[in-house]
C-alpha cells in the first residue's frame, strides 16, 4: 500500500501520466498494439535497470523502477489482449 507521499509522487510521474493520457485519448486495439513509450521513459527505465544491476538505487529509485515493471506488465497483458481482438476479427 502507498503512503501519500509515493501517491503523489507516483501520480506526477511523467511516465504514469503518459500511459494515462494514453488511454484518456482513446483507444482501439490496433492503437494498444502499436504503442511504445517514448524515448525519454525508455532512457530513464534503462538508467533505473542499470543503477539496480551495480545496486545503486536508491529508495525512491527502486520504488519508480518496481512501477516501471507494474506498468510494463499491464502493458504487455493490454497487448496480447488487443492482439488477440485483432486476430478474432480476421
Known sequence: MLNDN??????SNP???EI????????????IVDFQPSAAAQRRAL????????DHLSPEQESELEHFTELEHILR???????????SKQ
Request: hydrophobic share 50%.
Open 6 to 11: 509515493e501517491k503523489r509522487a507516483v501520480a
Open 20 to 31: 494515462v493520457d494514453f488511454f484518456a485519448a482513446g483507444t482501439t486495439p490496433q492503437t
Open 77 to 87: 497483458m493490454a497487448k496480447a489482449r488487443a492482439r488477440q481482438i485483432l486476430a
Open 47 to 54: 538508467e533505473l535497470l542499470e543503477l539496480a544491476k551495480n
Open 15 to 17: 511516465v504514469y501520466l
